[in-house]
């Protein structure tokens, strides 16, 4: 007996009738008898959801949509004839699938792409690189990468790419790189950190995709090694800034690949890599010499030879750091300074290097006639004669920073000042700097306009009386962790400054009290923008009242861990003339609740508001000022 489809309705059956008026359809599914009566609408298609069955055989219709039938060939050349970076974004929303799909097409294989190609007049706003995404920790995965190479297609192109922190096992690998290389050629700045799974094979694919790139940071790249470097060498001659920081793999092959194809090279850092030797950076630094301006050096197995070739090559190099060189003796520093290539060379910074010594370090004052800027960290065997004859023989040099240098005195930096026109000194944990008098006449340092002592233990009102009388036009003044310091030996420095002072730093001076800031307000209240009082736990409501009354400029004001109360800020409040940007009173336990009305009058013009370890505010009024300061970033 024929079985009949169970649906009633008023229109006609057809007798011998099928679902697929297609008979190859049909024949791929099953057979059917041509004696079978169906029902079948004559203008829609049948939607049959039960079972039926035909010669004791159960079927059911399909319900897959056709478009996910598609074998992954066609959908790829579907997507390759997308019109635009939004249709393709939207394609990569569907499913993981798709979007895998829409990362193995490179840019240049979209039929968009070869359109505005073959057009010369057309010009592609995709391919300009104008937008920056980072990824950090969880947030670097694979997938975050695929999405990101899709979606800033058709918005930009992406130009600047970090990864930093992708250490877990769901981390970026060279799959995630491999899909921004194929999907972001316009790509000119690539940050990697502490990405252990990416190695040779995504380095190089961005290199043979990426032609572009300019920047290119790697930071504990474990699995990077020469040959990825080289790969970039030999297909990105753009590359102007390179940096290398333990990368344990990448050696001297890699950095002379870099000096001998990249050509247009201007900044290189290398930190901390031990397979870096001499071969390695005497080749990079003799085949860039052109335009190589930005050299740092970290760490590095490197003897006296490459300092000699940086003295020698070093042409165009304005900015040289050496840090932590043990192999490189006396000998390197000082012929680095009578090779006399450093001519354009403005700032040098050398920290922890045992070769630097009184000898050398005159040496490469007379072989840098245009130094400008000079750090010293950790140098344990420069003296006080050495510093003295490096500044004679220095006529540039405008900036000098001492920290961690203990065999330098109180009479080395007294040296340096009167021997060369210094306009910043600064001056960091030198312990060898003790109290001396001096009733030697001293010629005046007027070009000086900033001095920072910070952390001298032995620095005191002696060697402000000094500082004093050798140098009245200051401007900026740091004197942070001096806890030597009294009232008395400051008041003679802030008279002596005639130029008026800007910025003063007190933070940590201990024992200093009202006294010194109404000395400070009444002389250079007109001038004063910056006053930090962070830890002088003697300052009361009278500083901020004489604070209130006299200055004018100032924009930023730190009494953190002092005596004031709710009445100094009050006082703060009432002044008109001042226009306060940053103020912090954190660690302030008199400073309550009641000073709700103060702060909103002061968070007028207020970016920045510190009321942390404030005991007595309640987290109610934290609340009401950041509902009515809401220009204001505060911090509880």
């Not at 090559?313 to 290539?341: C, D, H, I, P, R």
């Not at 000194?425 to 070009?447: A, R």
């Not at 201990?510 to 002389?523: G, K």
């Amino acid at each position: 007996m024929p079985a009949l489809v169970n649906y009633v309705v008023d229109d006609d059956f057809y007798s011998g009738g099928s679902f697929y008026t297609n008979s190859t359809d049909l024949g791929r599914l099953c057979s059917i008898s041509s004696q079978v009566d169906v029902f079948y609408p004559p203008r829609k298609r049948a939607r049959i959801t039960a079972p039926f069955v035909v010669g004791e055989t159960l079927f059911e219709q399909s319900k897959q949509a056709s478009i996910d039938v598609l074998p992954d060939e066609c959908l790829f050349e579907i997507f390759k004839r997308l019109p635009g970076g939004r249709e393709r974004s939207s394609c990569a929303c569907v499913s993981k699938h798709w979007l895998m799909l829409l990362i193995s097409i490179r840019k240049g294989e979209y039929e968009s792409s070869k359109a505005v190609k073959e057009n010369t007049d057309s010009v592609s706003d995709e391919d300009d690189g104008y937008l920056t995404r980072c990824l950090e920790g969880k947030k670097a995965t694979d997938m975050r990468l695929a999405a990101v190479a899709v979606g800033t297609t058709g918005h930009g192109g992406l130009g600047k790419l970090s990864i930093r922190g992708s250490s877990s096992s769901s981390g970026v690998t060279n799959f995630g790189l491999s899909a921004i290389a194929r999907g972001c050629p316009s790509l000119k700045a690539l940050s990697l950190w502490n990405v252990p799974r990416v190695g040779d094979e995504g380095l190089s694919e961005i290199a043979k995709e990426c032609h572009l790139l300019e920047k290119l940071d790697l930071c504990q790249c474990p699995s990077v090694s020469n040959k990825g470097l080289i790969a970039i060498a030999e297909n990105c001659p753009n590359l102007t800034s390179l940096s290398i920081e333990s990368c344990p793999k990448i050696g001297n092959e890699g950095l002379q690949a870099i000096g001998k194809l990249c050509p247009k090279l201007q900044a290189v850092s290398v930190k901390d890599c031990l397979l870096v030797g001499d071969h390695g950076v005497s080749s990079l630094l003799s085949s860039t010499s052109s335009l190589l301006s930005k050299v740092k050096f970290q760490g590095l197995n490197i003897t006296d030879f490459s300092l000699a070739v940086i003295g020698h090559y070093g042409k165009s190099v304005t900015n040289l750091m050496l840090s932590g060189l043990e192999n490189v003796s006396e000998k390197g520093f000082w012929v680095m300074g009578n090779a006399q290539g450093l001519q354009k060379l403005v700032s040098l910074t050398i920290t922890s290097c045992r070769g630097v010594t009184d000898v050398s370090l005159e040496a490469m004052g007379k072989g840098c006639a245009n130094l400008k800027q000079m750090c010293l960290r950790r140098c344990c065997f420069i003296s006080d004669d050495g510093l003295v004859a490096f500044a004679k023989s220095a006529g540039s040099l405008e900036s000098l920073q001492l920290e961690e240098c203990n065999r330098i005195t109180q009479s080395g930096t007294i040296g340096v000042l009167s021997n060369c026109s210094l306009k910043s000194l600064t001056v960091v944990k030198c312990m060898g700097i003790k109290d001396i008098s001096s009733e030697v006449p001293l010629s005046c340092c007027n070009s000086l306009k900033s001095l920072s002592v910070r952390n001298c233990p032995g620095f005191g009102t002696a060697g402000l009386a000094v500082v004093g009388r050798l140098c009245p036009q200051l401007q900026h003044v740091d004197l942070s962790g001096l806890c030597g310091i009294t009232d008395a030996g400051l008041l003679p420095l802030l008279e002596s400054c005639e130029a008026g002072l800007v910025k003063v730093n007190l933070s940590g001076c201990l024992n200093l009290t009202d006294e010194v800031v109404l000395a400070l307000t009444r002389l250079h209240g007109g001038t004063l923008e910056l006053l930090n009082l962070d830890g002088c736990r003697r300052i009361t409501d009278a500083s901020l009242m004489a604070i209130a009354e006299s200055c004018v400029f100032l924009s930023d004001l730190d009494v953190s861990r002092s005596a004031v109360t709710d009445s100094g800020v009050a006082a703060l409040s009432r002044a008109e003339q001042l226009n306060l940007q940053v103020l912090s009173f954190s660690g302030c336990s008199r400073v309550s609740n009641k000073s709700l009305p103060s702060m909103k009058k002061l968070g007028k013009t207020l970016l920045g508001l510190n009321l942390q370890h404030c005991n007595s505010i309640s987290s109610r009024t934290f609340e009401l000022l950041v509902e009515t300061l809401w220009k204001c970033d505060i911090l509880f």
